[in-house]
C-alpha cells in the first residue's frame, strides 16, 4: 500500500532527507489499524520525471508486524503509478486545457518536452475520473453565495 505524504521540497531535499528512517514513520499500520509504530524496511526505487529532475529516486517502506504488510511512503510530488511529477502533469494540463494549445504544443510546453501520447492518456484518464474528481473537490470547498438578492420588504406602521 502507498501513503501520500506531505513534503515541501525539492527531490533534491527529499533524497537528503531520506536517511533519517523515523522522520514519517507511520504511528499505526493503515491496512490493519494496529497502533503500533512500523519498522523501517528498506527502500524500493521509483524513476521520476520532474521540472529540475529526472532520474531514479528511492521511496522507504515500513513493515507492520501484526499484518506483516508493507507500506511506502510516497512523497505528495509523485502519484502513484506515474513516472511523471504532479508539477509536469499540472504544466501540461494548464497549457492543453486552459491555454487552448494543441497537445502537441502542450507537450512541448510541459518541462522536460514529452511525447504527446502520454499527455494524451492524462487527459484520458483525467476525463474518466473527472466525476469523481468533481465530487472531492467540491467537498473541499464552501459554496457559493446566491447572486439573486434577497429583496426587503418595507412595512409601514401607522
Known amino acids: 500500500m502507498q501513503i501520500l505524504h506531505p513534503f515541501a521540497?525539492?527531490?533534491?531535499?527529499?533524497?537528503?532527507q531520506l536517511s533519517n528512517p523515523?522522520?514519517?514513520r507511520p504511528s499505526y499500520c493503515p491496512q490493519c489499524?494496529?497502533?503500533?509504530?512500523?519498522?523501517?524496511?528498506?527502500?524500493?526505487?521509483?524513476t521520476l520525471i520532474d521540472t529540475a529532475f529526472e532520474g531514479v529516486?528511492?521511496?522507504?517502506?515500513?513493515?507492520c508486524h501484526a499484518c506483516r504488510r508493507t507500506v511506502s511512503l510516497l512523497p505528495e510530488f509523485i502519484l502513484p503509478y506515474l513516472r511523471s511529477s504532479v508539477i509536469v502533469i499540472a504544466l501540461f494540463l494548464i497549457?492543453?486545457?486552459?491555454?487552448g494549445q494543441t497537445i502537441e504544443a502542450a507537450a512541448r510546453?510541459?518541462?522536460?518536452?514529452?511525447?504527446?501520447?502520454?499527455g494524451q492518456?492524462?487527459?484520458c484518464r483525467l476525463h474518466s475520473h473527472a466525476q469523481t474528481l468533481c465530487a472531492a473537490l467540491a467537498a473541499l470547498t464552501q459554496p457559493w453565495p446566491s447572486r439573486r438578492r434577497a429583496k426587503l420588504r418595507i412595512v409601514k406602521r401607522t
Not at 95 to 99: E, H, M, Q, S, T
Not at 109 to 118: E, G, I
Open 9 to 16: 521540497g525539492s527531490v533534491q531535499q527529499y533524497n537528503e
Open 22 to 24: 523515523d522522520a514519517h
Open 33 to 46: 489499524q494496529t497502533k503500533r509504530p512500523l519498522s523501517a524496511h528498506g527502500f524500493y526505487t521509483r
Open 57 to 63: 529516486i528511492r521511496v522507504r517502506r515500513y513493515l
Open 95 to 99: 497549457a492543453r486545457l486552459l491555454g
Open 109 to 118: 510546453t510541459a518541462l522536460p518536452p514529452m511525447p504527446y501520447q502520454r
Open 121 to 123: 492518456f492524462w487527459i
